[in-house]
């Protein structure tokens, strides 16, 4: 068909396909004269085919031409039905195509043909300009030439005149035409795949108006042309698909999307109505595993969910049911995990072993086409409203498994923080990041309150947890997000401060391990991780004489008026200092007048307020020189100890981590800092600290204060790759992992229930030891599930008969015994309809059933203990959340809209169970602190009597509290000596108590 043919055709379509008797798209073409322009018309490929079978036809045969006309048609129509000729030219933009493909279906017949696409975003690119006209100007003759450029090839480049034939042309920006450019990349479905089929995928190509229409983890209808082009990494006959897309429309991101026909509703209100249709939903979950009733009643509720809301302050209650399982190997927990993976509408499997954070949610990589960032979907964002199946949890790095908590995006410090990078200097990390964005704002990557910068030339000193050393490196990026409402300040025993989001990790020593905690979880009297010395601070050659003078200036006794620079000297040797530096001065009473030129000529810079980096970075006996001077100037030494009365808090700090950088420890107060070890300073000895082994201490946290947000925008962040851990303020501190977390909770969707199992430590589990002690996963996540089950492999003869006589059956291919009394398909279609459809209200009696439970088993924790001042918690706020949780899921999983009774009894009974197998204290009672700090309250408690005991008998006796003081004291509180000798010995591992001579103990 000719292109003028098309042309007249659309502006008969275009002016006489009505709907209810209306001209539908002389309408939409009206509607681009509104005040905020569209600059695009969407077309209905059905109304075209059943006005114009050929044209419609031509439209999916030859795209680019029928795109074309449609677009020239638009123009005419606006020219002579609305007497407009001003607007730029307007997209047509085709939708509802005859066919959907999936991605794995998209092939070589398909080349130059319009193609409709479903399947879901892993990634997008940032948005840059793309040159879609671009003028070439000669600088020699002036001669314009207009190369039209496409997306999808590489940039077409005119390299001589046509006129003149000169080579001195060059692209003209100002006349060129520029629009955004996008890309993304799309991928099959989870739930279009069968078990073990690779997902497919193709990149597409976003312009102009319709960039940024979705974002990783979206569902998308796509239609575009399917254009091909040749691999660039050799020359091989090889083409990549790539689609050039026309329109883009997010569809349901609901896992209840799943096909349900009339019939399949009227299946699923008959099984509804069965007695026993909880039993027959938990009877037909991996049915060729024997037993495991409460686990699978627990996974049944998961797979069915609580109802989320959000209340009218905006808060957002989950109704999603996370579920851990863990146990000894070969108990079939994968097998579990992966036939809920084939059942669960929408549900993304994965293991721990293969799994980063980026893997489970977002990560920012490199996209070969643009060589720009791109932000790439994970596990979790995938299943955004499904199921995330993930085993051996315990596998995955403390980092990567804290991507299952939330509120990430916010783990940052405060605007002042200072962070000690490579080179010596000290800087804001605030002033740092925004400073090196506002300059960089084109390599900037913006997410939802979020701005990332890659960064080349920043090194800092970072921290190898695996070997407890310091290495240098290079930052990998620096990052700001929005601020929260208040912030964490810490205190430690070193006299240094922090201040953090809530949400920061705290690195902890616990029980002679190092583990996170959220900084608003902190206490005071823990034990974060510090460092004994800096390592790697590069040496710069500094003179001493400089060095020496530099402390003079930075000494209390010295003051500057601008031109002079005045030192008291009241002490002989300050004297000889100035006279042996051989710098020119004047003398005035009991003070030395230094001209400004004079210190010029040393090079040092006239507002000297710190100690500057390279006396940081400068040689051990530069920096020994200069803490001499210092002493001699402000110090007081006395038993191996000095103290130095500094001008500023800050130069107390500079001087405190000049001190570390030599291995030597201090304290400040104020502005004062006290030395432990002056000698070696005087005598400049080396310290055992000089001596290599390893560089990590602990420091007590001495307060914990909550401060208000009242001025800060954003927080603040440096990244260090692989390390994520860096030194500054004599501790070891987190940074998170930015990049990633740009696209996990900030910009992306991860509302994900969650089915992990993981194994225990030592390989099997051991029912004498408590659950954390176990299994390698910090409290803080253990106890964001729900349902927690042990699966326990015991010799049993009547049950191991009943499971050899299950496995042969099955493996005999006695179908009755495998066959789930609920079909997998129809379970599956239950499950959507159910989500959809029901939305259970808890009645007054279920409500009333909850409330008693809960009061019961709080009522329970005091009795008997008021005498000991021990407080077992049994349950909390967290368990009474989970409870409703599951009471909602069992009464979804009969469709009925009330919560009864009976579905709080069940849930009540199903979490007992596990509470019972995970939380019971040395006594039998449940106790939930197992879960959320890893040691019972009884535990904890006894802890506080031996630290109580150790305190009271070290003011006894100048060596300190002896043991058996101390075994005799834990007696009379009902501690028995082997118990309080463990006690002990923890304490110790933790530094929180120390030996002076053998036998005896002091609190750190």
């Known amino acids: 068909m000719e292109r003028e043919e098309m042309i007249e055709r659309f502006v008969k379509f275009f002016r006489e396909y009505t709907e209810e008797e209306e001209p539908l798209y002389l309408g939409k073409i009206k509607d681009l004269l509104t005040v905020t322009p569209k600059r695009s018309v969407t077309i209905n490929w059905m109304h075209l085919n059943s006005y114009d079978p050929e044209l419609a036809n031509e439209v999916l045969e030859h795209p680019e031409e029928g795109i074309g006309a449609a677009e020239d048609a638009i123009q005419i129509v606006l020219r002579e039905d609305f007497l407009r000729e001003d607007l730029p030219r307007i997209h047509a933009r085709f939708y509802n195509l005859p066919e959907t ?50 997306p999808y090839e590489g940039f077409t480049v005119v390299k001589k005149c046509e006129v003149c034939g000169s080579k001195n042309v060059a692209l003209d920006v100002d006349k060129s035409s520029f629009v955004n450019f996008q890309m993304f990349r799309i991928q099959d479905r989870p739930e279009t795949l069968k078990g073990g089929q690779m997902p497919r995928f193709i990149d597409g190509i976003l312009l102009d108006d319709i960039v940024d229409t979705a974002m990783p983890g979206d569902r998308v209808l796509v239609t575009g042309i399917l254009r091909v082009v040749q691999e660039r990494r050799e020359k091989t006959p090889v083409f990549r698909k790539v689609l050039e897309v026309n329109h883009i429309e997010p569809v349901s991101k609901e896992i209840e999307e799943l096909e349900i026909t009339p019939e399949d509703e009227q299946k699923i209100r008959e099984l509804a109505k069965r007695k026993d249709i909880v039993e027959a939903i938990v009877d037909s979950i991996a049915p060729a595993i024997y037993g495991y009733r409460e686990v699978k009643k ?55 072993k293969s799994s980063s954070a980026a893997g489970l949610t977002a990560a920012a990589v490199r996209d070969e086409f643009t060589g720009g960032w791109v932000l790439e979907a994970g596990a979790l964002v995938l299943a955004d409203g499904g199921y995330a199946l993930i085993d051996e949890l315990d596998k995955m790095s403390d980092r990567d498994r804290s991507v299952i908590h939330e509120a990430l995006e916010q783990q940052s410090y405060h605007h002042d923080f200072e962070i000690l990078l490579a080179d010596g200097r ?45 290495v240098k490196v ?175 808090r800050e130069l107390a700090e500079d001087v405190q981590d000049l001190l570390l950088s030599l291995g030597i420890s201090s304290e400040i107060s104020g502005n004062v800092l006290v030395i432990f070890d002056a000698e070696v300073i005087l005598k400049g000895e080396e310290t055992s600290e000089d001596k290599g082994g390893e560089n990590a201490r602990g420091i007590r946290v001495v307060e914990v204060e909550k401060i208000p947000n009242k001025d800060w925008k954003w927080v603040y962040d440096v990244t260090v790759e692989p390390y994520h851990l860096f030194v500054s303020h004599g501790l070891v501190l987190h940074n998170t992992i930015s990049i990633s977390k740009a696209g996990i909770t900030a910009t992306l969707n991860a509302r994900t229930t969650v089915i992990a199992a993981a194994n225990p430590k030592h390989g099997r589990f051991n029912r004498m030891k408590p659950l954390f002690e176990q299994i390698d996963l910090p409290p803080t996540l253990l106890s964001r599930f729900d349902l927690i089950f042990v699966l326990v492999d015991e010799p049993d003869e009547k049950l191991d008969s009943e499971i050899a006589r299950h496995i042969l059956r099955v493996r005999r291919g006695e179908s009755e015994v495998v066959t789930p009394k609920i079909s997998h398909e129809l379970l599956r279609k239950y499950i959507a309809y159910a989500k959809k459809n029901v939305h259970p209200v808890i009645s007054e009696e279920a409500m009333e059933e909850i409330e008693k439970y809960y009061v019961r088993m709080r009522r329970s924790a005091k009795k008997g203990s008021e005498n000991e001042g021990i407080r077992p918690i049994p349950i909390t706020a967290r368990q009474l959340e989970a409870l409703i949780r599951l009471s909602e899921a069992h009464a979804r999983m009969r469709l009925s809209p009330i919560v009864t009774r009976e579905d709080a009894r069940e849930a009540i009974k199903l979490m007992e169970y596990t509470l019972r197998q995970i939380a019971t204290d040395e006594t039998g009672q449940i106790d939930v602190t197992i879960l959320e700090v890893g040691q019972s ?37 009902g501690i028995e000596k082997q118990e309080a000798r463990e006690i002990i010995e923890k304490l110790l591992q933790q530094g929180q108590i120390y030996m002076p001579e053998t036998g005896y103990y002091k609190l750190l």
Request: charged content about 30%; overall charge positive; aromatic content about 4%.
């Open 298 to 352: 627990g996974i049944a509720l998961a797979l069915f969910g609580g109802v989320p809301r959000t209340l009218p302050d905006g808060t957002r209650l989950r109704g999603d049911i996370h579920v851990l399982l863990v146990g000894d190997p070969g108990v079939a927990k994968s097998q579990i995990l992966r036939y809920v993976s084939n059942l669960a509408p929408r549900a993304i499997y994965t293991s721990g």
């Open 937 to 973: 309250a009884r535990k904890l408690s006894k802890v506080e009597r031996i630290l109580d005991i150790i305190e009271k008998l070290q003011k006894t006796s100048e060596k300190g509290a002896h043991i058996d003081d101390i075994l005799e004291e834990a007696k009379k509180f």
């Open 474 to 648: 290079k930052a990998d990026r620096v990052s700001r997000h929005k601020a929260p409402e208040h912030f964490i300040g810490l205190k430690f025993s070193n006299g240094r401060e922090i201040v953090v989001t809530p949400e920061h990790p705290i690195m902890i020593w616990e029980n002679g391990e190092i583990k996170e905690k959220p900084a608003e979880e902190v206490k005071e009297g823990e034990m974060v991780l510090g460092v004994r010395r800096y390592e790697h601070l590069d040496s710069k050659d500094v003179d001493e004489r400089k060095a020496k003078l530099i402390a003079l200036l930075l000494s209390k006794l010295s003051s500057s008026n601008g031109q002079y620079f005045e030192i008291k000297l009241h002490n002989k040797g300050l004297k000889s200092v100035l006279d042996e530096i051989g710098v020119r001065y004047e003398l005035a009473d009991d003070r030395a007048i230094l001209p400004v030129n004079e210190l010029i000529k040393f090079g040092i810079p006239i507002d000297l307020r710190r100690v500057p980096p390279e006396i940081m970075c400068g040689s051990r006996e530069v920096k020994l020189t200069f803490l001499k001077i210092l002493l001699v100037a402000d110090g007081s030494i006395s038993g191996g100890m000095a103290k130095l009365d500094l001008i500023s």
């Open 426 to 470: 000290k800087v804001k990390i605030g002033e740092l990041v925004d400073s090196l964005i506002e300059k960089n704002r084109d390599r900037v990557i913006v997410g939802k309150d979020t701005e990332i910068l890659p960064v080349d030339d920043i090194y800092v000193l970072a921290y190898d947890l695996k070997n407890k050393r310091i």
């Open 101 to 150: 493909l999936l991605v794995k279906d998209i092939g070589a017949e398909h080349i130059n043909k319009l193609v409709q696409v479903e399947g879901v975003i892993t990634r997008v690119t940032e948005i840059k300009p793309f040159v879609s006209r671009a003028v070439f100007v000669c600088k020699d003759c002036g001669n314009e030439m207009v190369v039209t450029q496409r």
